[in-house]
């Protein structure tokens, strides 16, 4: 098992400090999209204005996935 971080940006750096073991890079990917959606299921809608996430999940510094989520609302 090899451990994994998750980087989360949301208009600031949270960095994991702790990581996760997990069994491969496959599994760490998946987990980083599960990670974003609940992220995003918290918001509950309100995404905007900032509308930019990002989430890195790497192990020992060497990058398995980086997922952004971006989002524009048009002017009304």
């Given at each position: 098992?090899?451990?994994?971080?998750?980087?989360?940006?949301?208009g600031t750096d949270q960095p994991d400090l702790t990581g996760t073991e997990?069994?491969?890079?496959?599994?760490?990917?998946?987990?980083?999209?599960?990670?974003?959606?609940?992220?995003?299921?918290?918001?509950?809608?309100?995404?905007?204005?900032?509308?930019?996430?990002?989430?890195?999940?790497?192990?020992?510094?060497?990058?398995?996935?980086?997922?952004?989520?971006?989002?524009?609302?048009?002017?009304?």
């Amino acid at each position: 098992m090899a451990r994994y971080f998750f980087h989360f940006h949301d208009g600031t750096d949270q960095p994991d400090l702790t990581g996760t073991e997990l069994a491969s890079s496959n599994d760490a990917r998946d987990a980083a999209v599960v990670f974003m959606g609940k992220k995003l299921k918290d918001l509950d809608g309100n995404f905007w204005p900032e509308g930019l996430w990002s989430i890195r999940a790497d192990e020992t510094d060497a990058t398995v996935c980086t997922i952004r989520v971006t989002g524009d609302q048009p002017a009304v």
